[in-house]
């Protein structure tokens, strides 16, 4: 034990990514320092800039430490799109590996590639798709239902600083030491001591346990904002349907996360304290970590597909102009899928050689999930029917997906069939597959709400012709970079194949490479339509605040909302309740009277636990022992101390929120309604003229 | 209905010489079952998702905006009929595709013995790091990278790992069963026409994973018959020592043949008595501070 | 803020009728949300349980359930355990009849006590299991006891820090509301405890010990 042991644990010089470029000057090692470069220089860019333009200060007092829900949703977007630029990359770089390397080394080291795909895998799944939606939820679902914040605004900020916990995790596995090479699900006994011994297989432990953790609690808030919070009248039946599946993927995340949390808290225990839960010796049985990260897995895919189902509800029923076909329907299914999702685990190892009615069984589960889903496509299709469908970029986005996520059902009924299962389990069928769930499924709903809800949040629209392009790339892109997979995946080809021996695999190689890139560009497309949209704000402005002639309560105030998101309560009668008020002339009224309106104060508590508990881990992964213990005491000793504090609230008088009212219903007074066919031009003040 | 469109299917992906890698050209009746349950299963959903694939763009363009003959009408939202057409059917395809489920899966079963007027030949299967080793128990010899097996006899294979959890699969024949350390599970092949094909562990499990694969040969009895008597000649002796070195972690050039074999060796390999060279590596690497 | 079709604001558990409106509106989601937390600690558990399920004859060879558990240490921790719960409900019972600290004090300090006895015998227990090399990492089985009982213990032992956390919130601000509502919820965890060791006693130590 030496100083610089107990200083640093097992950090060496040579776990620095640049250091092993230097000595390793080879293709795959320029990638890895290529990519440390990048992730480091992008740090030093992002904070230089900051301290030049001087907004630390803005940043801690309005963003960093805020309890606002609205803000922290956007916090949880930023994180998500900055990892899914890197992942996206990630992709791009393994499906170039699997085009040149055809009985060649290729670009890449072997290491090297499963880093990739273990990364890529983890960060889609934690720090992209859950980050999207937590966030989408977080803006939208206290707007939806007419409450000024979610029930536990303060831990609604740990959560969100804990998932950025584990994504500078990740980030920091760039640059000191290397991820696991163990793929997102992690299996041991190949995660064990025994097999790795690095610090790969802790990484991933503790950058999903933060990520966990942050589930785990977003889902316990949202769920109680929900049930709690709703404002009067707001009875289940008159939710909004993303609402619905706020509330069902909150469920799912209370009840999911838990074993997956279980999971990786005993392999730490194998590699920490030499247990045996999943060793291949003394007892340790690796099929119960199969079990239980799947008993967590496959709810998990609900999670991620749930929301967005949510955001298609809404999104088909206001660009349709038309009330949502099929609502009873709707919920019905939702909950049934939510359910249905806790009984099918068992599908992702068909083959561990269980016999075959249990096999049977869960195969018969698995399609039975195919009849919601199935109902829900229809109602959707049947909401536009008899509509006026304004084809824009959330629209296309949303009918893109109800065409293309289809096919990803049929190969998921074909996966479901144990027999067939048996043949391409393993194989670049199943990765065609869940990609084909969720790219349609989360991805382009996730971009559909977004580009339908940005106005209300920003106050601007975002750039159609920009959405559209992005459109383009992503569906094309999709096709061309997964039909290949299933093809090569009959053909037998293993997923995280790092070389193929096949010349005959090459054309279905190039073309996957080629729709990969189309999925970057669609990317670039995405991030160059916020900077275009950005520099065009001043004629897409939309202050009164509904754009879209739209239903539900998060229309009928102004856009941006003001922190207490509604000036009072409001009474909900109806379904639709916005469109109602549109209908009778409630909308635009003033309130009889304003009372004061109580906020939680802001508080750095949330920042201190969250990266509290991530120098906590850090320290884990390095045995760095000081570290670990530091990071405990800071989180442990901030969550005490805020529990000692009785001043957390501030009051907003009733005359400032009257103000605010007064002036934005001035505002709404002197617009000029506009009718649909004028939305997309500068017209729209965010005043729709009623049409029916 | 069924059989015109498996003739398509058939003859246009009959030109995509990648799906003659795997189980669409099957080599023996296990993969044949499963390529029938997949354009059977395949062949009913399309007719599932047919409808959604027309039906959404259509609507979708027939009701825009800009399209002032379509009927509007905002406040419509429910049709028990409607309603009955999107639960029924796909309630009453879920029904007929799960009667025919459960049969498959119990004639499929991996571990249900082929019928076959011959006994079943043994063959058991260790996965290692980065290779395939083949006993076979009653002959008294063992092969690496390569499994030959006489045509028209069904096969029974029993699996354990020797290494982390492992998935083998031979796409044109059979397919894939997980090998795990300390327990054992089974495989039944059967290979119909005599021929050279191909199998892969499909579990990642390291830097050497992509060159697991090893040639499956099916060979006539006769000739099988004049390899087990040469291979019987081979000096080398599979007993602990050659599986302590045989399981350190490497990639092998060629396959290797054990003439004789150690009784009882792949039970000792089950209940793990018999020290594994990978071990014997990484403390190696740990004491010159890898 | 609640629906109207809630007439009576009640959450389950204890209820401060006495308090004004918006205290009792706060109490309720708050005390809400901590049964939903339980619930998926409860989870936590049930996953621990499943693997110990599947683990029970994974010995390895070595020490055995039987030849490790000693039932009269068992029976007492299960005693002490409950009798802690009981002393907690007079908390309860004290936050909601009494004015002042005093009886809330008592019964904690009361309630602490015995929790500590708990501890005391699980920890004396672990280490006699050390003794004889039953150690977590002997077998799998071991592993999984230690962690299942020492998951158990380690909640007991993080009630019993939130105890003193909030001997000092007492001590400071009195019965608040704030300090109310988390007693409510230490209330409903301490409680919770008791559940998840009944099941452990039945489930490791009863079934452990037959044969």
């Known amino acids: 034990m030496t100083f610089w042991h107990i200083l640093l644990g097992r950090l060496t010089w040579t776990s620095i990514a640049f250091v092993r470029t230097w000595r390793d000057p080879t293709i795959s090692g320029i990638i890895g320092g290529g990519a440390a470069a990048v992730a480091v220089g992008g740090a030093v860019v992002v904070l230089a800039l900051l301290t030049y333009l001087r907004a630390w200060r803005y940043l801690w007092t309005e963003w960093m430490t805020s309890l606002d829900h609205k803000k922290i949703g956007i916090m949880y977007m930023v994180v998500a799109g900055v990892m899914l630029t890197r992942a996206l990359i990630e992709a791009v770089v393994m499906r170039t590996q699997q085009a040149i390397a055809i009985n060649n080394q290729g670009i890449v080291a072997p290491a090297h590639f499963a880093e990739l795909f273990t990364t890529h895998g983890t960060i889609m799944i934690f720090f992209v798709g859950m980050p999207l939606l937590i966030g989408l939820m977080n803006y939208v679902m206290p707007l939806q239902i007419g409450a000024r914040d979610v029930a536990f605004p303060y831990m609604n900020s740990i959560s969100l600083w804990l998932t950025i916990g584990g994504g500078i995790m990740l980030m920091a596995s760039l640059v000191i030491g290397k991820f696991s090479t163990g793929g997102w699900s992690g299996y041991p006994p190949y995660t064990e001591l025994a097999f790795n011994g690095g610090v790969g297989p802790d990484y991933w432990i503790w950058s999903v346990s933060l990520s966990s953790l942050g589930a785990l609690m977003t889902g316990i808030n949202f769920a109680v904002t929900v049930y709690k919070l709703r404002a009067p009248g707001m009875t289940w039946m008159r939710l909004p349907l993303f609402t619905w599946t706020t509330l069902c993927t909150s469920i799912l995340m209370i009840f999911a996360v838990p074993p997956l949390t279980i999971a990786t808290l005993l392999l730490a225990a194998d590699r920490y304290l030499g247990m045996h839960f999943f060793t291949n010796d003394l007892g340790g049985n690796m099929m119960n970590f199969v079990n239980l990260f799947w008993l967590f897995g496959h709810p998990e895919v609900y999670i991620l597909i749930l929301p967005p189902f949510g955001v298609y509800s809404e999104v088909v029923s206001a660009y349709s102009s038309k009330e949502l076909y099929g609502y009873t329907s709707l919920v019905i299914a939702t909950m049934a899928i939510a359910i249905l999702s806790f009984t099918v685990w068992l599908h992702h190892f068909f083959t561990m050689g269980q016999s075959a009615p249990i096999n049977a069984f869960f195969g018969i589960a698995t399609m039975l999930i195919g009849i919601p889903t199935g109902v829900k496509i229809y109602d959707w299709i049947w909401t536009m029917f008899w509509g006026e469908v304004r084809l824009n970029t959330a629209m296309l986005f949303s009918i893109g997906f109800m065409v293309t996520f289809v096919i990803g059902g049929m190969s998921g009924i074909i996966l479901a069939t144990p027999p067939v299962d048996y043949m391409v389990h393993n194989t670049l069928f199943l990765i065609a597959h869940f990609h084909n769930m969720l790219i349609p499924g989360m991805l382009f709903g996730v971009i559909a709400g977004y580009y339908y809800w940005f106005p209300k949040a920003f106050g601007f629209r975002l750039s159609e012709t920009w959405g559209r392009r992005a459109f383009y790339c992503w569906f094309f892109g999709f096709y061309l970079a997964f039909m290949p997979l299933y093809v090569m995946g009959l053909g037998g080809v293993a997923r995280r194949s790092q070389e193929l021996f096949d010349p005959a695999l090459r054309p279905w190689t190039l073309i996957a490479e080629f729709g990969a890139l189309l999925l970057l560009t669609g990317l670039a497309c995405i991030f160059i339509q916020l900077y275009v949209s950005i520099r065009e704000r001043h004629s897409t402005r939309v202050p009164v605040g509904d754009p879209w002639d739209a239903r539900g309560l998060e229309w009928s105030m102004s856009a941006p909302p003001p922190e207490y998101n509604f000036a009072t309560i409001p009474q909900v009668s109806r379904r639709d309740a916005f469109y109602w008020r549109k209908k009778y002339d409630g909308a635009y009224q003033p309130a009889d009277h304003y009372r004061d309106i109580e906020l939680p104060k802001n508080s750095m508590c949330g920042i201190l636990v969250g990266m509290g508990l991530t120098a906590c881990f850090f320290g884990f992964v390095w045995h760095i022992w000081w570290l670990a213990f530091l990071g405990f005491a800071i989180a442990l000793g901030t969550a005490i101390t805020r529990s000692f504090m009785r001043d957390v609230k501030r009051i907003i008088p009733a005359e400032e929120v009257a103000a605010h009212d007064r002036r934005w219903l001035d505002r709404a007074a002197a617009a000029r309604p506009i009718s649909r066919h004028l939305e997309l031009t500068p017209e729209n003040e965010g005043l729709a003229k009623w049409q029916g | ?290 | ?211």
């Open chain 3, 1 to 211: 803020m609640a629906g109207v079709s809630q007439p009576e604001l009640r959450h389950v558990g204890l209820n401060l009728t006495d308090e004004p409106r918006e205290v009792r509106e706060q109490v309720e989601s708050d005390v809400f949300g901590f049964w939903v937390f339980l619930m998926s600690d409860a989870v936590m558990f049930a996953c621990l349980f499943a693997v110990y399920a599947t683990v029970r004859h994974a010995t390895a060879g070595g020490p055995t359930a039987a030849q490790e558990f000693k039932f009269h240490s068992a029976f007492w921790e299960t005693a002490l355990l409950l009798t802690s719960s009981f002393a907690y409900g007079m908390v309860s019972i004290s936050m909601k009849h009494t004015r002042g600290r005093l009886w809330i004090a008592v019964f904690m300090v009361l309630t602490f006590c015995l929790g500590a006895g708990f501890l005391k015998m699980e920890t004396h227990d672990f280490i006699t299991m050390f003794h004889d090399g039953a150690t977590p990492e002997r077998s799998g089985f071991f592993s999984c006891v230690f962690v299942l009982v020492g998951m158990h213990g380690f909640h007991v032992f993080s009630g019993m820090m939130w105890m003193i956390v909030m001997g000092l919130q007492l001590a400071i601000y009195g019965p608040d509301q704030r300090t109310k509502i988390n007693l409510i919820r230490l209330g409903l965890f301490w409680h919770f405890l008791d559940v998840i060791w009944v099941v452990i006693f039945t489930v490791v130590y009863l079934q452990g010990l037959i044969r």
């Open chain 2, 1 to 290: 209905m069924t059989t015109v469109f498996i003739c398509i299917a058939a003859t246009s992906l009959s030109g995509c010489s990648v799906l003659r890698r795997g189980f669409l050209a099957p080599a023996g009746p296990i993969a044949h079952a499963e390529r029938h349950e997949f354009f059977f299963v395949g062949a009913v959903m399309l007719v599932v998702i047919g409808p959604v694939i027309l039906l959404a763009p259509l609507i979708a363009w027939h009701y825009r905006l800009a399209n002032t003959k379509s009927a509007f009408r905002p406040q419509w939202g429910f049709s028990w009929i409607l309603e009955g057409l999107i639960w029924v059917p796909p309630t009453l395809i879920v029904i007929f595709l799960a009667v025919f489920l459960v049969q498959r899966t119990e004639q499929l079963d991996p571990y249900r013995p082929i019928p076959s007027k011959l006994p079943p030949l043994q063959v058991d299967v260790v996965s290692l790091d980065w290779k395939w080793l083949f006993i076979y128990p009653t002959l008294h010899i063992a092969s690496v990278n390569q499994l030959i097996v006489p045509a028209d006899r069904p096969i029974q294979m029993h699996l354990t790992s020797g290494t982390v959890m492992q998935s083998l699969l031979m796409p044109r024949l059979a397919g894939q069963i997980y090998a795990m350390a300390g327990m054992e599970t089974q495989l039944h092949i059967l290979i119909s026409k005599p021929g050279n094909y191909w199998g892969e562990n499909a579990q990642y499990d390291g830097d050497g994973f992509v060159h697991q694969k090893f040639q499956v040969m099916g060979i006539t009895p006769q000739d099988f018959d004049r390899w087990v008597a040469h291979t019987q000649q081979t000096p080398k002796t599979l007993d602990s020592e050659a599986y302590t070195s045989l399981s350190r972690q490497s990639i092998l050039p060629q396959p290797i043949t054990f003439g004789n074999v150690e009784p009882g060796i792949f039970s000792k390999i089950v209940h793990q008595m018999i020290p594994l060279g990978y071990a014997a590596q990484h403390e190696k690497a740990k004491s010159n501070g890898g």
